[in-house]
Every structure is written in structure tokens, then in C-alpha cells.
């Protein structure tokens, strides 16, 4: 598995996230290649159907970054993520998800630098962890 | 008028679908005078052999109660189906996985360590296992082959309409029957009930605001009988399951578990009711949030009680 390339899909939130990860763009800072982004509102808008499904799809890793707890556009919303999150964390590894597949971070819109050093810390992670196969798990019946 | 012709079955089930058949009460009379039951192994003695026989479609409703577990169940899902023009899914077992479902935290591997070697009362010193064939003095016996993986019927053949509960109330029994007899059929893939919106909806509990700094189980506390469960700090489903049933389970001072499925629009149950119940919590302190979480001592188990295999990862991945 000396070739495997993890597949993350990175929930940013369009107020902090998403313009950190431009701010790294602008600036062209060099990070992993891995992370799909997907831009969101607010990771707020992340429901946990999103993770799973991504899971489903055949992602190794999921990623969601908000704004700095206090500084959301919204309020609280990152609050909610937070809690969801730390429930999600909890419930995962029943599913036989490992909780380094799934991270919550928060990266503002002038932190391109903590931007691409989660995105490669991430990637490294998922990497060592390997790929996640659910489909290998299908019944060889039908 | 010639009469319908019914066709019963039970797959991986308890039975209970079976009773909640017949708690239809008297109006099982007005469904004799209508319909005759061509196949129903827990009540009429009918051979697989007879179903092989019957011409293709000349079933007109199929009631199929639990899920696909094994080789039996899945033969008899496609058998059914070839025979019946309407296909229903009864029940939580054959529309979610249900209860014999959550042996997807599992495989069979470990679930057969379980039921032959670990349980206290089982003593099994060679290791013994159930095999698909045996030769024994007087032949060679086959049994059905043990999935890995408990299926839905409708991941198992195509499937009409759907009956939720464990098991379906009289009511939404009834529903379904009577538009069967007088032949107003909702559209293909309807879940047939009463409602289409969250249990909440029909619950009589006053509801004020949800703040939550503890969750308790069941037999932790004696609940208000007026206030919402969920309010309270009991685990109550209510919010991410269908309504339908008349909330009987609040009215009784126990939370609701969910036995109702999704609401309409919803895919993934669990996934659901995780999130409407991060959002009760009331703390914005990652401590005190892990603190209030660790309250619930089963999430998957809990969330997931009725639709593991009918959610977006069907299975909990084994090493």
C-alpha cells in the first residue's frame, strides 16, 4: 500500500475557513494535494448525514473547519458543529471509524499558514491509518 | 367480486409482526370476506412447495415481515416476489433491519463466537458451529447459509410499499389494508402511515424549551407525565421518527425508540436523531459537552436501534 493517496473531503466554511484557504492560495503556500473542499455556509451546515455519506462514497477522511469559537458568522453555529462533533467522535468508532478519519479544526480567514499545516497533518494521519473499505465488508453471497 | 389472494411470511423476525397482524381485532373478519390467504407458515400449513407452484404474479399482496439474515430468507424474498404483483415490506425488520439488524455491529464470525462459545450457559469444549451441509448416517442435511451482513428486504428485491413499527400498530395495519381492499394504492415506494411528520407532532406532552445538562436512562428517573421526555433528559426518538403510531409510547412515560422510522425526506435515521440531539445539549464548554455525552452509553446501539442496515453504511466496518 506504498502508493496509497488518501481521499479527504474538507467541509470550510465560506466566513473564516474558506477565505484562510485562499489566503493560503493568494499567498501560494504548498500543501497535500488530498483535501476535496467543499464550501458550506458554516460548519453549522454540516449535518452529520454529510460525514457518513462521504464515508460511503469511498472518502478515507473527513474534515470540517469553522470559524474560532466566538468568531462565527452566524453566533453559535460552530458551537453546534462542536457538539455534534464530539458526539459523532464518540459514536464512529462503533462503526468501525477510527477518529483520526474525522477532525474538527478552526482556521480564521488570516490563518492560511494553520490552514495548510492542518491540511498536511491531516492528510499524514489518514495516510498512516490507511484506507477505509467499507465496501470490502459487502456480502460475497449476492 | 373474486376474492384477493394474500400471502404471509416471516423472515428473520420475532413473531411480533405476525400477532400485530391479527390485533386488527375483528375487522380481520371484513379481510376474510374480501381476500383468502394463499401462504402464511406461522398460521395456515402451506410448503414452500406450494409457492414454487403458483403461476408468476398470481399472488396479488405479499405481507413480508423480517429481515434477510440468511440463505432461507433471501430464497423466499425473490420466490415471493416473483408471485406477487404487490410486494410489502411489514414491519420495521423487512423496511429497516430493525432489531435483528444491529448484528451489523458484528459479522458472522463473531457473532457465532458469541451464541456457540462465550455465552455463560453454552458449554461448547470442541467448538462445534452450525454447517451449511452435514453427512449424518442417513444422508447429508443442508441448513440455510448464515449471512455476514443483515439485509432489508428492499436491498434484497424490489419492494412496493413499506410498514413501519415494531410492529405496526392496528391502525397503520389497517391503513394499508383497507386501501388494498378498496384499491386506492398510494404512489410505488409510499411508507404507509398515519403521518409523514416527526412523532413530536401527535405527542400530547407540552413542550417548552430544550436545554439539556445531563441525559438520563430510562430507569434513572421517574419522568414528569406532562412535560416532553426529551426536555427531561430521556433519550425520546420522537423528534427524528415518524409519526403515525398516536405517540404511545410517551403517553405510557417511556421515551419513544424509534420503531417508526425516518421522517419522509430523511436517509439516515441515526445520523438524524444524532444531530437534533447535539443541538439540545446546553454548553458551549468542550468539557462539560464531553461530560454531558458520555451520559449516553451506547450511541450507535441507541441511534441506530431499528435502521442499521437500512442506513448510509449499512454495517459497522470490522477489522
Known amino acids: 500500500m506504498n502508493n496509497f493517496e488518501p481521499k479527504v473531503v474538507g467541509f470550510l466554511c465560506n466566513w473564516c475557513s474558506y477565505r484562510g484557504a485562499d489566503l493560503a492560495g493568494t499567498a501560494r503556500m504548498k500543501c497535500a494535494p488530498n483535501v476535496r473542499i467543499i464550501r458550506v455556509m458554516c460548519s453549522g451546515r454540516v449535518e452529520p448525514t454529510f460525514i457518513l455519506k462521504a464515508f460511503q462514497l469511498g472518502a478515507d477522511g473527513v474534515l470540517v473547519l469553522g470559524c474560532h469559537p466566538g468568531d462565527c458568522h452566524y453566533v453559535e453555529g460552530n458551537y453546534k458543529t462542536l457538539r455534534r462533533m464530539k458526539m459523532l467522535e464518540k459514536m464512529l468508532p462503533q462503526l468501525g471509524i477510527e477518529n483520526g478519519r474525522v477532525r474538527l479544526d478552526w482556521v480564521s480567514a488570516s490563518e492560511g499558514d494553520r490552514f495548510v499545516s492542518i491540511i498536511d497533518d491531516m492528510t499524514e494521519k489518514v495516510r498512516a491509518l490507511g484506507p477505509f473499505k467499507q465496501n470490502s465488508q459487502e456480502e460475497k453471497h449476492d | ?319
Open chain 2, 1 to 319: 367480486m373474486t376474492k384477493l389472494k394474500v400471502a404471509l411470511y416471516w423472515a428473520a423476525s420475532c413473531g411480533g409482526c405476525e400477532i400485530a397482524t391479527l390485533a386488527i381485532h375483528e375487522k380481520i373478519l371484513k379481510l376474510a370476506e374480501v381476500a383468502d390467504i394463499v401462504f402464511w407458515p406461522v398460521g395456515l400449513d402451506f410448503k414452500y412447495a406450494d409457492v414454487e407452484n403458483m403461476a408468476d404474479k398470481s399472488v396479488d399482496v405479499c405481507l413480508f415481515n423480517g429481515a434477510i439474515r440468511n440463505e432461507e430468507n433471501e430464497h423466499l424474498a425473490k420466490l415471493l416476489r416473483a408471485k406477487s404483483k404487490i410486494m410489502i415490506a411489514y414491519g420495521s425488520c423487512s423496511y429497516e433491519g430493525c432489531i435483528p439488524g444491529l448484528s451489523n455491529f458484528y459479522n458472522r464470525q463473531l457473532t457465532f463466537d458469541r451464541v456457540y462459545i462465550e455465552t455463560p450457559s453454552t458449554e461448547n469444549p470442541d467448538k462445534i458451529f452450525p454447517q451449511t451441509r452435514v453427512k449424518v448416517p442417513e444422508g447429508e442435511l443442508e441448513i440455510p447459509e448464515f449471512y455476514d451482513t443483515v439485509k432489508t428486504l428492499a436491498q434484497t428485491v424490489d419492494v412496493d410499499y413499506f410498514i413501519p413499527g415494531c410492529p405496526p400498530e392496528e391502525r397503520t395495519t389497517w391503513l394499508a389494508l383497507e386501501a388494498l381492499i378498496e384499491g386506492k394504492l398510494p404512489p410505488k415506494g409510499t411508507v404507509i402511515s398515519h403521518s409523514v411528520k416527526a412523532l413530536c407532532d401527535e405527542c400530547p406532552r407540552t413542550r417548552e424549551e430544550k436545554k439539556i445538562k445531563k441525559f438520563y436512562r430510562p430507569y434513572e428517573i421517574i419522568p414528569d407525565p406532562e412535560k416532553c421526555l426529551l426536555e427531561q433528559g430521556l433519550l425520546c426518538y420522537g423528534v427524528a421518527t415518524r409519526g403515525g403510531c398516536g405517540a404511545l409510547c410517551p403517553q405510557a412515560n417511556m421515551p419513544c425508540t424509534g420503531c417508526y422510522g425516518p421522517v419522509e425526506g430523511v436517509v439516515d435515521q441515526g445520523a438524524h436523531f444524532l444531530s437534533a440531539l447535539s443541538s439540545v445539549i446546553d454548553s458551549n464548554d468542550p468539557e462539560e459537552i464531553q461530560r454531558i455525552i458520555d451520559d449516553i452509553p451506547d450511541p450507535a446501539g441507541t441511534f441506530y436501534r431499528y435502521s442499521l442496515p437500512d442506513s448510509l453504511l449499512r454495517r459497522a466496518m470490522i477489522k
